[in-house]
Structure formats: C-alpha cells, structure tokens
C-alpha cells in the first residue's frame, strides 16, 4: 500500500504546484462588460501577484496575454472562445496553472504553441467536447494536471495518444470505453479522473487493471460480477462512491483488492456482502455497514503503546521538491500532508451519523427530521458544517486523496480500539479558510484563502459531535496517549482545544471553557491543570502576515505573538502533533518544514476587499494620511500604487509591552510561560517567551475579524472607538455570504447582547443552534473561586477576576489610540483599510 501511495503522491502533487494565491477577478478593476482589454487595463492587472479571472474576455492578443502571465499566479479565461497561436505561445510561457474552459475547439496550431515542454503544468479545457488526432497526440506530451471533462466525442486512437501523457488525466467526459481505449489507459502513468463512465464491461476493466495508481469512477452506479472480479485485481486506490449496492459475489470479489477502495456510496447490502467487505480494512464504506462497539467498550480499551508509524512517503517527496528547487510547492505539500500518517483524533465513520448529533440539538420536529435526512458529503451536509463549525469542503488547489475537509484529513491510521480509519486535523483547520469573493448575495464565488484564519471555527463543538457520533468518548480521545517525549495531541488540545463539558452546556461560545489535561500527558500539561479554566479564545496568526517579518539569524522570518519568538518552524513545531511515541519524526520534520515552509508563506497573497468599488478613492486617500500620521509607527508605511490600491513598503515589527498596549494580558502569561520553558530543550533555545505583542500588518485586515487575540472586538471600527465595544455580542457564523459582512463598520455583522445574562444567552443558543457568542460572564461561582486561586500562580496579572468587567482572559480593552481621532478621521482610515 505505502508504495501506492508513494506512486500517487507523485502524481497529485502536480496539481498542487501553483502558489496559494488570492483571486483577482478583473471586473472588480476594468468592470463587467470589458471583452477586450486595452494595455493599459492589462497592465494595472499585471502589476496584480496572485490568480486571475476574466469571465467576459473574448479577445486575447499576444501583447495582452504577456502582460496577464507577468503576474506569475493561476490565469482563469472563462469567456475566451478562441485562441491565436501567437498568444497560446505567449501562455505557455506561464509557470502555474491555466483555464481556459470557454474554448469549444482548439486548432492544431494553437495546440502546437500551447503545449511545449514549458507550458502550465495545469491545464484546463473542460469547455473542448471534440479534437483530432494531432491535438490529442500534442495533449499527450504535456507532463502534469490535464483536465478534458467536457470530451464526449473521442475515438479509441485519441484515447491511445493521450494515454501517452504524465500526471492526472481527467476524461469525465466519456460515457463509455471499449476495450481497446481501456487497454491504452491501462498504461497511462498517472491518476485518471473517469467520473463520466455510467458502464463498464468486464472486457475493459480487465484492460484496466494493468493501471496502477489511483482511477476515479464514481458515475458508475452499478458493476457486475465479472466486472468486480476484474476490478479486484487493480493495484491501485479505486473511486466507486457512485455505487449503491454490490451482489454477494461482487462484494467478495471487490474484497480481494489490495488498495484503498471508496464506496461511501453504498446504500444497501446483504450481511454476507457486508461482512465479505468488512474483511478488507482498506474499504471504505457507510459506517452503517460496520459493527459499531460501544463507548464503553473503546472507553476500556488498553493504551497499548503505538506500533511504528509508517514509511513516511510524504517526507520523501516535500524532500524531492527541495532538492529539485522548489521549495513552494514542497511548502505546499508539507501544509497539506504533514498529519496524513498521524493516530487517529475521530472516527471517519463518524461523519456519515454526524446528522444524528445535529437532530438530537433540535428543538422541533420538523428541524429533527429535517438534520435526519441529511446525507454526508451533499450540499445540505456541507452547509450545516460551516454553520455548526466553521468547516468547508475541499477545494482543488487544497486537496489530496486523504483530503476530507479543508483542515481535516484521513489517516492511515486507524481509531484506537476498532478497525475505523480515523480523521485528523491539519493546520489549516484553523489558519485557512474560505471567503465569498463576488459581493453579489446570489453568486458570492467563494474563494480559497490560504493563511487567513478562520474566523468561525467551533473545534469544541466538532470535537463533541464528532466524537459521539463516531462511537468514541471525547475524553477517551486523549485518555490513549502515553507519556511522550516530545509534543503530542494531549500536550496540543491541553493548550488549544477544549472538550466537552461537563455541565451539558451548548458549545457555541467564542470562548474556551473546561480545558482537558490527559491523564497520561507530557509533564507540562499536568503544570497547567490549575489554570485550564483561564484560557480564552485564541485567534492563530495569519500566514499571510509571515513574508513581513524581521529576518532571523537563519534568513528567516520571525515569528512573534504574546506567547511565542522565534522562527516559523520551531514556534510550529512546539505546537505539533508527533505521530511517532517517542517523538522520532520530530528532528526529521523539523528540517523539512525550515528549508520549505518559510518560502511558502512568503509566496502567499491576501484576498481582495470584495467590496472595492464601493470604496470613495478621495476618502481612502485622506485616511492614508491619518494612517501614515498615527498607525504607521506600529502597522508600516505604505504607498499608494494605483486606484484603491495600497501596498506596504515597509513594515517595524514593533513589540508592544502589555502594559502600554492595555489588552488582556493572559494571551502572554499562565501557559505559555510553561510551555516554552518546557519546550525550550527541544528547540536549542530558540522559542522565548517575550510577554510582548507584535502590531501585526494590516495587509487583509478585512478578513481577519473579530479583532484582537481574544476575538473580544467584533468590528474594525469597533477597534478604533472603545466606546462602543460590546461587552458581550453574537454573530451569524458564515464567511461565505456577502450579506453577513458589515462595509461600514469593517467586519462580520454582530448583534449587541450586552444587555442579556449569560441564562438569556444560553437560552438563545439553544433556539439558534448557528449563533455564536462572545460572552465574559460564563463561570459559574465554583469556577469564579477556582480562577481566583489559579490566578495567583500567573505572572504579571494585574486584574481583579471577582468582577466581571475585568474578567481575565475575555477582556476587550486596549488599543485605544484610536479615541483621539475625530469621527471624520476614524471613517477615513475605516476607508484606507479596505484599500489594502
């Protein structure tokens, strides 16, 4: 199996290799109408660095098409219906991806121009339902992503020259493939995408077999026995979601395969059928067709210590990417597969009941059996998901096979107790996130953005649901882990992530609350037992601010917040998960993430304010002024570089002591105190403890809210006038609707609670299972007492926490520079802000 996936790695990290950039949609700059650009509209798109999208282009001209590549991002070509030779020539050029999914037909000799040894190593003409032989023999010589989807009009000997090709191949266009087709896809090296196939015959999935890395045919509803028989001797990872059910001869057929092999679709089985499949631990089915052991069984189960974690393929190939000179692309890979191989956190199992928790929240009938007859994965699914927890499907330029959400993956490894494969989180669960693009309600485009953290992550509530539903107590999660050498889960959800709590309550506040020390942690986490209660809501930094960072001793930059100094991978790894007991990975992974990571981050790019049009160029200007006058000292000098258009030309990396600041103080004591001491041994002293805070850039700062490192101040201009910051507020949780974002006041649109007791507010989530709320007053008496007493083991905390307008930890004072600036500044700079 692991030189399978080794075999895959290699083929979808070819569809990985543009940067993580923003999308730039040009009707934000030359408006919706332009189908041909003049040089000058060009030219202000190319001093734009990041991904491109024209809709409306008809019209491409070479001196066009060089200037839209000098930007160095993903170009996107949607309306073009017609390509030049001179100017496919210019885009092959183009070192990233391009889509160009508005041509019908492409001419041999624009082929010729497209395709050469250095055009996009991904490519998209998913609007082609038609070529000739000379065009698919070119298409075969292309090395990378090739996606044909639209293709419903091909001949055997066109698939046999496009055979030819390295990396994915998508042909979701063909319906059917004979067996000569078969046999020549049989040979093809890469992965191939045949969603569109709705038959099979045994003929040509015999042909197939001889294919031995990953194919997807999820059309396919039904297969016979013979066809399954066939299937069952491909070598690689198989996709057959759309099958709904299986024969008994089928199923044991399909059992024999020695892959990975995805029926998540699976409807209906016979108890023969589904214990033939239940056999293979690398079939991937309903949970419903497996047997399901109870909490308590799992809550009993041995720790026993954990076998050696598996050749790490992944490593290999982040390190193939660096030696090769591209450390981007590994940055990339490393991002989206470092935690691929960890132990498992939940059941994968899981998610198909994850519903159920859902329905057992409601508090009507029809809401209950509405959430019961939502299926995992569908659109209704997904939108729940976001809802309850912030969380968002996999987009292309985020995904790799184990990919099951943005932030969340598959493990090899399995649940501790079953035979489940388990799910982990990734980085990005928290340091990404997706935001709606277009400020059109009915189209909002939501867009992939990388390093822009996620506003609306419930992880305690995930973490609650998730682990119900998958058959796994929360606390049974943690309670396997031994004592460990170096970082592992309990040591990372002791410090960031809360577990259920004990009192029942609703987890949908923006704030921590109960924190879990496991049992069998690392020492330092049995330290901070005292002080669990304190810990806020911690916002993660933003990737995107990383490229503006002094530069370390090791040509990097330095990565500082009120717990942490130091360089991007030793703060990274003193949070990491280990997957192996002892910590072994640890040195290794360390090393690849500094040489790639750095480079990575420094290659990101922030979204643009959607609402860019709506923004007054002269009032943008005059709070430049004000900016430059009173912010800059802290947040960097920028420079007007064209229309609405601000970039930062230099950037102080000021620290801020917390007594001048005058923010809560806890997001720099207590914990991190601990933890860094503790950690210090490991990371050759280069993580300290600076009790400071680090004025971020404030490149985006339209996508960062709430504001502050507690989430403590819904708006930005809530930020620049104290006065009116609620104490306590509620915010609708979705970050890709346009409706929900407040133009005026820069941030997500809140409602002002400071009225309600924290029994109101309860009360309220309990019929608005969405909301989220902000709250200081959630201690009870006995956790009031407990706050005082562990309040006299944290340095420098100078608040009173008997009162709860000083309650420790939610505060949201500080930051009040902004009360001296009159009201015309404040609206001003509000404006500047969105310019950047």
Known sequence: MNAVVHRLLSIIVMVLMWDACAVLRADDIVGPSVTELTLEQATELAGVHGDLELNHLRVLSPRIAELLSSGGGAIMLNGLTSLSPESAAVL??????????????????????????????????TGLTAISDEVAERMGQHNGYLRLSGLERITDRQIELLAAHHGYLGLSGLKQLSTRAATALGQHDGMLGLNGLTALTPEAAAALTAHGQFVRMDSLQTISDEVATALSRHEGPMGLHGITTLSDTAAEALARHKGVVYLMGLETLSDKAAA?????????????????????????????????????????RTQELIAAGRPIDAG???????????????????????????????????????????????????????????????????????????????????VVGGSSPGIVSSCRLCHSTMLFSNPD??????????????????????????????????????????????????????????????????????????FFVADHGSNYTKKIEGQVPLIPFLKPQPWTNYKYKTAGTEGQGVYV?????????????????????????????????????????????????????????????????????TCARCHGDFKKTQSKTYELVSFPNTLV??????????????????????????????????????????VGIWARGPYLHNASVPTVYNLLKSSTRPRKYSMRPSSTDPNNYDQAQIG????????????????????????????????????????????????????????????????NTGHTFGDDLTEEQRLAVLEFLKCL
């Not at 889509?99 to 037909?105: I, V, Y």
């Not at 929360?474 to 960031?496: E, H, Q, T, W």
């Not at 990101?604 to 304010?609: D, G, H, V």
Request: hydrophobic fraction near 40%; charged fraction near 25%.
């Open 92 to 125: 092959s050029q183009q070192d990233a991806m391009l889509e160009l999914n508005g041509l019908t037909e492409l001419p041999v000799d624009t082929a010729l121009a497209l395709i050469t040894p250095t055009s996009p190593r991904v490519l998209w003409l």
């Open 276 to 316: 033939a499949l239940r056999a293979n631990p690398e079939i991937q089915m309903p949970a419903r067709f497996r047997p399901q052991r109870s909490t308590n069984e799992l809550a009993t189960a041995p720790a026993d210590a954990p076998p050696a974690p598996p050749s790490d393929h992944q490593s290999e």
């Open 332 to 414: 990339k890979l490393e991002i989206e597969s470092r935690f691929h191989l960890a132990r498992a956190m939940w059941s994968y199992d899981g998610l198909e009941t994850l519903n159920e928790a859902w329905a057992e929240e409601a508090t009507n009938e029809a809401e209950r059996a509405r959430l019961n007859a939502v299926r995992e994965f569908s659109p209704a699914w997904w939108r729940e998901m976001e809802f309850r927890y912030g969380m968002h499907p996999p987009v292309p330029e985020s995904q790799q096979d184990f990919t099951v959400a943005l932030g969340l993956l598959r493990t090899q490894a399995k």
């Open 441 to 514: 309600p009915r189209n909002p485009e939501p867009r992939f953005a990388e390093g822009i953290p996620n506003a609306f992550l419930d992880f305690e509530r995930f973490h609650q649901n998730a682990a119900t539903s998958g058959g796994t107590s929360p606390g049974f999660l943690f309670a396997k882990n031994l004592p460990r050498f170096f970082v592992d889960s309990a040591d990372f959800f002791g410090i960031l992530v809360p577990v259920v709590r004990p009192d029942g309550i609703k987890p949908s506040l923006l704030r921590y609350d109960k």
């Open 561 to 629: 917040d009120g717990g942490f100094a130091g360089n991007v991978a030793d703060v990274t790894y003193a949070m990491a998960i280990s997957r192996d007991h002892l910590g072994a990975d640890y040195a290794d992974a360390r090393e690849v993430f500094r040489q790639c990571v750095p480079e990575y981050f420094k290659s990101l790019t922030t979204p643009r304010y959607p609402f860019i049009a709506d923004v007054t160029e002269e009032k943008a200007d005059a709070g430049h002024a004000v900016f430059m006058e």
């Open 657 to 698: 002591d917390q007594d001048e600041l005058g923010t809560d103080p806890l997001r720099i004591t207590g914990v991190f105190d601990m933890n860094a001491e503790e950690k210090k041994r490991f990371l050759s002293g280069k993580v300290t403890v600076t009790h400071k805070y680090a004025a971020p850039p404030l």
């Open 748 to 811: 997500w649109k809140f409602i002002d609670e400071s009225a309600k007791s924290h029994q109101q507010i309860l009360e309220q989530m309990e019929q608005e299972p969405y909301v989220r709320v902000f709250d200081p007053d959630w201690r009870s008496p006995e956790q009031w007492e407990a706050l005082k007493q562990s309040l006299a083991n944290v340095k420098n905390v100078k608040v009173d926490p008997t009162k709860p307008e000083l309650c420790t930890g939610m505060l």
